[in-house]
């Protein structure tokens, strides 16, 4: 896991392996369990902090320290713990396969990541998949996902968005493009949507978003919400908010997953841990800018127990 500067979890000062490993053995040694000891450790670590942690705990005691964890907690907590303790790429590895195994596909997790994370995770959970589970993830999504959804995820897949600055000829010639593709003929060319929105930087977009309303007098979003339907319209529409905040693309998902009756904790785990090094100073601001409360508060009310500490100590206050 890159840490990001605006991550809420840092590497520790004055790391120390073989001593975290030693409070972690003694917090499940016995009877009963110190979740509070566990919590302490492994919120207030990076994710490589955590891997040394790991190595060191089998080599200390000839133990496994995720199967400690496993056999030790249960549920939510469970499985915040052991996110946390997988390699960035091998989580995200995880969840997709996750979304794809057994009847159904859980759509919105492949779109939830493909859509948002940059070419380098891409590349990284890519070769993820193929070590951990011997598959090929392009295969897979090929066979869970069909039409024009299936070819946006394709082409994310091949992690290679530009990454060059804004050429404004260019932003002008596909925001009449994406126009004339879409609201301005009988039908939609779907592809021409999927290979801009997909190949352009994000600044290069931006600059094509913003000629799009001129000519359109609406934005990009509402006129895909108009043209497209299902998973696709979900799809391009997560790219185009990514585009204009990828923090605020998290902020709205974390609140639906607490919103209402129930909680999708899985949505939860997943964006909290996998965002905990990387942008979730600016999840959380957007956050309270868009629900007036913080996303710690919201936590509070919607989870309990050592669940509920362990992502207030990952979220930080």
């Known amino acids: 896991m890159a840490s990001g500067d605006s991550g809420t979890v840092k590497a520790a000062d004055n790391f120390n392996a073989e001593e975290d490993a030693e409070v972690l053995r003694k917090a499940m040694k016995g009877l009963g369990t110190d979740e509070k000891a566990i919590i302490n450790v492994l919120a207030n670590r990076s994710c490589a902090q955590r891997q040394e942690i790991k190595l060191k705990f089998k080599s200390m005691y000839g133990r496994d320290l995720v199967k400690d964890l496993k056999s030790e907690l249960g549920d939510n907590l469970e499985e915040v713990t052991l996110a946390m303790m997988e390699p960035c790429e091998l989580f995200d590895a995880k969840s997709l396969r996750k979304a794809m195994k057994g009847a159904g596909t859980d759509e919105a997790v492949l779109i939830e990541v493909l859509c948002t994370r940059t070419n380098a995770e891409i590349h990284a959970l890519r070769k993820a998949y193929k070590e951990e589970f011997s598959r090929d993830l392009e295969n897979d999504i090929e066979s869970e996902t069909s039409g024009h959804f299936k070819r946006l995820l394709v082409s994310l897949l091949q992690g290679q968005r530009e990454e060059s600055g804004v050429d404004e000829a260019l932003a002008a010639k596909e925001a009449q493009e994406l126009y004339d593709a879409g609201e301005n003929r009988w039908g939609t060319d779907e592809s021409m949507f999927n290979k801009i929105l997909v190949t352009r930087s994000y600044a290069q977009l931006q600059c094509t978003f913003d000629l799009y309303v001129k000519i359109a007098k609406r934005d990009v979003y509402s006129a895909i919400q108009k043209e497209m339907s299902d998973d696709l319209r979900d799809g391009m529409q997560a790219v185009v908010r990514c585009v204009h905040s990828r923090p605020m693309y998290f902020a709205e998902?974390?609140?639906?997953?607490?919103?209402?009756?129930?909680?999708?904790?899985?949505?939860?785990?997943?964006?909290?841990?996998?965002?905990?090094?990387?942008?979730?100073?600016?999840?959380?601001?957007?956050?309270?800018?868009?629900?007036?409360?913080?996303?710690?508060k919201m936590i509070e009310g919607d989870c309990s127990g050592d669940y509920k500490r362990m992502l207030l100590a990952i979220v930080g206050q």
């Open 253 to 296: 998902k974390l609140y639906k997953s607490m919103k209402g009756a129930g909680t999708d904790d899985n949505t939860l785990i997943r964006i909290v841990v996998s965002r905990s090094e990387k942008d979730l100073e600016e999840v959380k601001a957007k956050f309270l800018e868009m629900y007036h409360k913080t996303l710690g």
